[in-house]
C-alpha cells in the first residue's frame, strides 16, 4: 500500500524513532538482499560496464525487484544505477518533484571477491535533495537510516555523534586515493595529516561508517548519484558535516560526479577541509 507523504508527514514529530517509510523500506531491502544477493554472492559471473565497473546477475535481480517494492511502497519514478546514462538522466530531468533513488549492490566488485562490504542504498529524493535514506549491509545486518530533520538511525536505534577522534592528527579517516587529482594524492601518500587511513571500496557504507563514528574522516575524489544520495543524508543527520572539493555546499555542482570532503566532528572536519583545500 502506497504511503501518502503528505498527510502521513513521516509519522508525528513526536515519535522519535524511525518512521512508517523508513521501516517499510528497510523490510523491503532486507527481502530483496534475502532472494536476490546473498544467495548469489561469490557464486555469480560478472562482466565490465562502459565505465569499467563491474555488474552482475545479482545487481539486474536487486533492481528489479527494488522497484517493484519500493513503488509498492511509494509509486514514483525509480533511477537505478544499472540503468543506461540516457535513461537515467532522463528520470532524473523529468523526475524533479520526486524519485527514488538506488544502488541495488554498492561494492560489487567486494561482492565478486567474497569481501564482505557492500550494500544496498536506497534514497527518496524530492526537489534535488534526499528526503529519506536506507543503507543496508546484508553481511552484518546492520541498518543505516535518515528521515531529513528527523535524525539518523542504525539498526532502528538514534545514532548520536560518537567520533573517537577531535583532532585530525589523530584522526581515523577513509580516503579513496583512485580518484584525486596527482597533486592531492601524493600529498597525502607522503605526508598525511591523519594517523591512519583505510579504504574498502563501497561508498554508501562509508558515508555511514563516518555517520556512526567508526570513521573521524572521509575523502573521496567523486561520486555518482546513487552513491551519495542516502549516504550523505545519514551523515548530515547524525550530525556530520560535507562538503566537495569545490564547493562549501555539498548540493553546488554536477549531481553526476560529486567529490566528498567529510568529518563526524567539526574540529576535524574544518582541519581536514583546509589541510584538502590547500594541496589540491
Known amino acids: ?46 562482466q565490465h560496464k562502459y565505465d569499467g565497473s563491474l555488474c552482475t546477475e545479482a545487481d539486474i535481480a536487486a533492481q528489479e525487484a527494488l522497484i517493484h517494492r ?43 571477491h567474497g569481501l564482505p562490504y557492500f550494500a544496498i542504498s536506497v534514497a527518496l529524493i524530492r526537489e534535488g535533495k534526499s528526503v529519506l535514506g536506507v543503507v543496508y549491509d546484508p553481511v552484518a545486518k546492520e541498518v543505516f537510516a535518515a528521515e531529513r530533520g528527523r535524525g539518523a538511525f542504525l539498526n532502528g536505534e538514534k545514532l548520536h555523534k560518537q567520533s573517537v577522534s577531535k583532532e585530525l592528527s589523530a584522526s581515523l579517516a577513509n580516503v579513496d586515493l583512485k580518484r584525486l587529482n596527482a597533486r592531492l594524492a601524493t600529498a597525502i ?34 561520486q555518482k548519484l546513487w552513491d551519495y544520495a542516502a549516504g550523505s543524508l545519514i551523515l548530515e543527520e547524525a550530525g556530520g558535516h560535507v562538503c566537495s572539493l569545490q564547493h562549501d555546499d555539498f548540493n553546488e555542482g554536477n549531481i553526476w560526479q560529486r567529490s566528498v570532503i567529510a568529518a563526524l566532528d567539526i574540529n576535524v572536519y574544518k582541519a581536514w577541509k583546509d589541510w584538502i583545500r590547500a594541496h589540491q
Not at 74 to 87: D, R, Y
Not at 95 to 111: A, M, R, V, Y
Not at 193 to 221: E, K
Open 189 to 222: 601518500a607522503s605526508n598525511p595529516p591523519y594517523a591512519s587511513q583505510r579504504n574498502f571500496g563501497a561508498s554508501t557504507l562509508d558515508w555511514c561508517y563516518t555517520a556512526a563514528g567508526r570513521y573521524d574522516a572521509y575523502l573521496h575524489g567523486g
Open 1 to 46: 500500500m502506497s504511503h501518502d507523504l503528505k498527510t502521513d508527514n513521516y509519522n508525528s514529530a513526536e515519535n522519535h524513532g524511525m518512521g512508517a517509510m523508513l521501516k517499510a523500506i528497510s523490510a523491503a531491502m532486507k527481502l530483496v538482499a534475502e532472494k536476490e544477493v546473498m544467495p548469489r554472492y561469490m557464486r555469480v559471473a560478472h
Open 70 to 112: 519500493l513503488q509498492a511502497i511509494h509509486n514514483v519514478p525509480v533511477l537505478g544505477e544499472e540503468m543506461e546514462a540516457a535513461e537515467q538522466e532522463n528520470l532524473w530531468g523529468n523526475g524533479k518533484q520526486e524519485l527514488w533513488c538506488i544502488d541495488p549492490i554498492d561494492g560489487t566488485s567486494n561482492f565478486v
